[in-house]
């Protein structure tokens, strides 16, 4: 047997292992039993052999990513000895050797059964859809066994996005779109809220990695100046709890990079505006039984001293959200005039909140009422037991509920119902029953007759009225929100279509006989494709609705076009090609090159210029679009068509001229406009497509569209109008 030549690298390496082993091993929050160590220990031990020759992308062994994942279920998290021991195992099935077979047999069916579910899916896949869409969906369909596949593979995220740096540009862009868009929400559902908060501000750090390290470093200037404020705020509370004899913690937590980012986003306003930038928590050690009255007694405490916005109180500790999440949330006016977002909270529901679903389990143990999550849970399960979903819009009806806020109604008998923001009584229908959403005519809402589409807000009370003879139409996809209901739909429309077409095949047949053309495959296919159709049971569907009459069926036997047989390919080799043919030799498109061969477009939705940071999407029938990185549609398409991405760059383009829009907002003066107009067309000899101005009490807004060459014009342009006199702000805007 030959026997490895061991370098001091390798020595080194080994006793890193160990050390990081024996970190894992430390960070247990609770106390090991000798079977638990020896669970973790034969975990890793498989983990290091089956691993041994393989590195990371940063050169560091292979088993540093394992060890790391255990740690943050074992210590962010606080799962036990199976979790910790499927998270060392987690690559195991999917990277190497062992199979799942082994796995059973070393460890047993429970633990097989975890790692089945981290394991990417393999074979075939359908071609609309992505290899993410469907492993998502997989580990999903787990989840309604054993939610511990989630958190792993939640950890498992965690730990890419932070070892992210040695990874391409195109695959960072990739991973961390993919993470915003589902993973991110995944653990806010689970009341992981450290874990969603990081792996949005580590997404954030990728996607838009200028704003990011702006905002961190206006954080970090502002410290403290921020310390001396909350200081300033806490000591009379503090005074006065101590007063009554409270054992509390309390202090000043920034919001997220992430967070802050959104509200300029959304709100249009600079950082220096954002007036939440912290918020102060109030954490009381008090014992479950008076929870929520002491929690009432700070908040009572806290307006002693401090006017508060009545409009933003929230009470989550008589209905906590879904996710298990309980506190008591307020604004109030603090010194200087700035409103301050004040949270209280137990020392029992700041771990909840903290540590999500573990953490809610460990206090939940001899509680007899029915648990939010394992509610939640319920739904998830509910929602996948339609097989025949399409993965990506699955994906995006279930993401439609994981970060809804909520809405608290009632039935008939007085049990409460949560469902998500916006859900109307059709929603309210299918949450019963599929069957009682299926046949819904209407309802009452607290006693009046309301239509599907009806809106419910907190507190109504809801009776469903049904009947045997309704059937679901087309239409009800746009009364709904939720994911069971546009499922059960969805389900119910294709149920009903596919029955239609066993009929339209029938009618077919008899007049293809008529005409007398074969009623063969081959035949089929060169109707489908003559009349443009997307497949032969949409052919037979339109037959049974009198859309394709024997007129449209003489067309086709008088048509001599022998190229119909070629339009039969299926889209899944038409696509390849297209990705094929668009990343030729070279991975990186080039725009502005001889680009001849392949038709590109500038998509739409955010009107990419030379400069912007840009990629390259493969569409069936419009070649390749551009969108820029920060497109409002880039996350969605990176997440779910990540192999219809091409990497893109720009190449000299001088002779051309892009739109782009820009937005001004100032003091409305005389000769304001004039001013404004003379700079684009006079000083930087910018054509304009469209100018508009309005002005309200002396605040002028105005829009316009401008050609420019690329990034660097525009911010030139735009740094000479800021100079103008009267000029607050000027932006730039998406021209669609």
């Not at 509200?263 to 600079?270: A, F, R, T």
């Not at 009422?369 to 279930?398: G, T, V």
């Not at 929603?427 to 309802?443: E, M, N, P, R, T």
């Not at 400069?611 to 990176?638: E, Q, W, Y």
Request: glycine share 4%.
């Amino acid at each position: 047997m030959e026997t490895a030549v061991i370098t001091p690298n390798a020595e080194l390496e080994k006793k890193e292992i160990l050390n990081r082993y024996r970190g894992l091993l430390r960070s247990c929050r609770y106390k090991l039993d000798e079977s638990d160590k020896k669970l973790i220990r034969k975990a890793f031990n498989i983990a290091l052999e089956a691993h041994k020759n393989a590195r990371r992308k940063s050169g560091e062994p292979y088993i540093y990513h394992p060890i790391a994942v255990a740690r943050i279920v074992a210590e962010e998290i606080g799962l036990g000895s199976i979790a910790i021991a499927c998270a060392l195992l987690h690559d195991t099935v999917e990277d190497t050797d062992i199979t799942l077979k082994d796995i059973e047999g070393m460890f047993g069916k429970k633990v097989a059964s975890i790692i089945d579910g981290l394991t990417k899916i393999a074979g075939v896949f359908d071609a609309s859809s992505s290899l993410q869409a469907e492993n998502f969906r997989k580990m999903l369909l787990t989840l309604a066994e054993d939610v511990r596949v989630i958190i792993i593979k939640l950890a498992d995220r965690l730990h890419n996005m932070r070892t992210l740096d040695s990874m391409e540009r195109t695959k960072q862009l990739k991973i961390a779109s993919e993470t915003l868009y589902l993973y991110a929400p995944l653990a806010h559902r689970l009341g992981l809220n450290n874990i969603k908060s990081e792996m949005e501000d580590l997404s954030l750090k990728y996607t838009e990695p200028v704003l990011f390290a702006e905002i961190a470093q206006k954080l970090k200037d502002t410290q403290a100046e921020r310390t001396r404020y909350i200081h300033r705020f806490s000591t009379p509370i503090r005074e006065a709890l101590h007063d009554q004899k409270f054992k509390f913690r309390i202090f000043g937590r920034p919001k997220s990079v992430y967070s802050i980012w959104n509200k300029i986003k959304n709100k249009g306003v600079p950082f220096e505006e954002v007036y939440d930038i912290f918020a102060i928590r109030i954490i009381i050690d008090s014992p479950p039984e008076q929870e929520k009255a002491d929690c009432w007694r700070v908040y009572s405490l806290v307006t002693d001293y401090y006017y508060p916005n009545p409009d933003r109180l929230r009470d989550w500790i008589s209905t906590p959200k879904v996710n298990g999440y309980e506190a008591l949330h307020t604004t109030v006016m603090g010194p200087n005039g700035q409103w301050v977002e004040v949270q209280i909270r137990s020392e029992r529901m700041n771990e909840v909140a903290e540590k999500g679903y573990a953490a809610h389990w460990k206090y939940k143990q001899g509680q007899a009422e029915e648990d939010p999550l394992e509610d939640w849970l319920k739904k998830i399960r509910a929602s996948l037991e339609n097989p025949n979903s399409n993965a990506l819009d699955f994906i995006d009806d279930f993401k439609l509920n994981l970060f809804a806020d909520e809405i608290f109604v009632f039935t008939p008998k007085g049990e409460m119902r949560s469902l998500p923001a916006n859900s109307t009584s059709l929603d309210f229908a299918f949450d019963i029953h599929s069957q009682v959403g299926a046949k819904c005519i209407g309802a009452k809402v607290n006693h009046k007759l309301v239509p599907l589409s009806h809106k419910l807000n907190s507190g109504d009370q809801v009776e469903i009225l049904t009947s045997s003879k309704q059937t679901p139409k087309a239409d009800w996809i746009n009364y709904v929100v939720t994911a069971k209901a546009k499922s059960a739909i969805k389900a119910l429309l294709k149920e009903e279509k596919n029955k239609q077409a066993a009929e339209g095949r029938e009618i077919l047949k008899r007049k293809m006989s008529h005409l007398k053309i074969d009623f063969t495959e081959e035949n089929i296919h060169k109707i489908t494709a003559f009349l443009k159709l997307t497949d032969s049971q949409e052919l037979f569907y339109r037959v049974a609705l009198e859309r394709v009459t024997n007129k449209e069926l003489k067309e086709y036997l008088d048509s001599k076009d022998e190229k119909i047989s070629g339009q039969t390919q299926n889209q899944t080799t038409s696509l390849e090609d297209l990705v094929s043919k668009a990343r030729g030799t070279q991975d990186t498109l080039m725009i502005g090159d001889n680009m001849d061969n392949l038709e590109y477009k500038f998509s739409p939705c955010c009107n990419p210029i030379p400069g912007d940071d840009v990629f390259g999407f493969i569409t069936v029938h419009d070649g390749i679009k551009i969108h820029r990185v920060n497109c409002p549609n880039a996350i969605s398409l990176m997440s779910n068509h990540a192999y219809r991405i091409v990497k893109a760059k720009w190449t000299s383009q001088e002779l051309i001229s892009f739109l782009a829009g820009i937005k001004i907002t100032g003091i409305d003066k005389i000769g304001l406009v004039n001013k404004v107009t003379q700079i684009i067309s006079k000083e930087l000899n910018v054509n304009m497509r469209y100018i508009s101005f309005d002005t309200n009490d002396g605040v002028f807004e105005g829009t316009i569209t401008v050609f420019v060459h690329d990034t660097a014009h525009l911010t030139d342009l735009i740094k000479k109008l800021q100079k103008v006199d009267g000029v607050i702000k000027v932006a730039r805007i998406d021209t669609n």
